[in-house]
């Protein structure tokens, strides 16, 4: 503190440039924690710096009959008054690249099925691409991490886990998992963040030469009594990758990277499956899978059940939970998850609520076995503010939660 930033997005100038700046100057103090656990990253020290940003993009979107194409040139400008190693340094980051976008359509009216509900189809696919090429004059190993990319709670946890995970984990994945804080790591957070192309952490830029590409599809019908019809996505299915020319410096030797899905078919109104995939194709890399099933009902009955998987984790997770309305004043919450890779049972929760004229009251417990931690919860709501927000009185808990529990998290 303190602190002054200023953003200006999206201004057009003579109907053909788009701009983008924003701009920070302040005066820092980090104070990372000097007590177990340590920081992980290595440039998560204390240290005392002013710094002042300024990042810039100009573009020129057109389009090619149905192809919108935008090339662009970005660069950020920073300065700071110390840097890890005690000096000044000033940091040039810029490049430049092009986004593309393509949306094609077909309607297949004479498409009809009793069975999977569906009168008609139309199929909507949008192709895109990002290509983004640059360079920098200091790397982000001698900047001090001042924007960091993780909240208080999610730093803790990573702090407290990475030196465990031999202990989890066997093998060289457990020691490659611990060694997380290195530069250049495959589970390094800022350079997974560089390749990522997350470039509002201003601390966490460095080279780069990246395509990323992607197709977006969805299956829409008609479903409802007749005259009443809506349209609904069936089935909407998402593929993304991205390749990377320089492998060698920026991919740890592999061309393609963050190979991802992610599909929801709409069986009914009430009823889906999803199912999400993240895969990096080589030695260590990140593997992450989930399937799973939702049901609800009008009276606010949920049911989740679902299967995940991460490696080199070796978690392999199956969730379930369910959100019940006993009766019309009384509800039931519950979930579990365990996990088959370590032949343990995550966590447990259970919520009772009942809901009153004036007041909603809950009584509820939750144990996690992995950290054999016992919760206790106890809440009393007015019904006023309780109205305010249905989701939170009985029964308004999503069947998913069960999802954010275990190891991977």
């Known amino acids: 503190m303190p602190r002054l930033d200023a953003n200006l997005t999206g201004q057009s100038f003579f109907d053909l440039f788009v701009y983008s700046g924003r701009a920070s100057a302040g005066y820092a103090q980090a104070r990372p924690s000097d007590a177990n656990p340590f920081p992980v990253l290595s440039t998560d020290k204390k240290i005392d710096t002013g710094r002042i940003n300024f990042m810039q993009e100009l573009s020129v979107p057109f389009g090619l009959g149905p192809l919108k194409l935008a090339p662009y040139g970005t660069v950020d400008l920073a300065g700071y008054s110390n840097d890890l190693n005690g000096s000044a340094v000033g940091r040039v980051w810029g490049g430049g690249g092009a986004r593309a976008s393509l949306p094609l359509s077909r309607l297949y009216e004479g498409v009809a099925s009793d069975l999977f509900n569906i009168r008609g189809l139309y ?49 060289p994945n457990g020691f490659a998992l611990a060694g997380a804080g290195n530069p250049g790591s495959v589970y390094d957070p800022q350079a997974y963040a560089i390749r990522r192309l997350v470039l509002n952490k201003v601390d966490t830029l460095d080279n780069i030469n990246v395509l990323q590409m992607d197709v977006r599809q969805r299956l829409q019908t008609k479903r409802g009594y007749p005259g009443l019809e809506h349209t609904v996505d069936v ?11 320089d492998a060698t410096r920026d991919n740890f030797g592999h061309p393609f990277s963050f190979l991802e899905y992610d599909a929801t078919w709409n069986i009914g109104d009430r009823t889906s499956l999803v199912s999400t995939a993240w895969f990096e194709p080589y030695t260590g890399g990140s593997r992450h899978y989930t399937v799973g099933a939702y049901l609800n009902r009008t009276d606010r009955t949920n049911f989740y059940v679902g299967y995940r998987q991460i490696d080199p984790l070796n978690s392999q997770a199956v969730s379930a939970s369910v959100a019940y309305q006993l009766s019309h004043r009384y509800a039931l919450n519950a979930s579990a998850s365990y996990d088959f890779g370590i032949q343990q049972a995550l966590s447990n929760s259970l919520l009772v609520t009942r809901t009153g004229t004036d007041l909603t009251v809950s009584l509820g417990f939750t144990y996690n076995s992995l950290v054999n931690n016992f919760g206790v919860q106890f809440m009393i709501t007015p019904n006023l503010v309780a109205a305010m927000n249905p989701n939170a009185m009985a029964g308004g808990q999503s069947g998913g939660g069960a999802q954010g529990t275990g190891r991977g998290r």
């Open 123 to 171: 199929h909507k696919v949008v192709f895109g691409a990002n290509y983004l090429y640059a360079r920098t004059n200091v790397s982000y190993t001698q900047l001090p991490y001042l924007d960091r990319l993780n909240d208080d709670a999610t730093d803790q946890a990573f702090r407290q886990i990475t030196p465990m995970q031999p202990q989890y984990v066997s093998g």
């Open 235 to 245: 089935l909407n299915v998402g593929l993304s990758a991205s390749y990377f020319p």
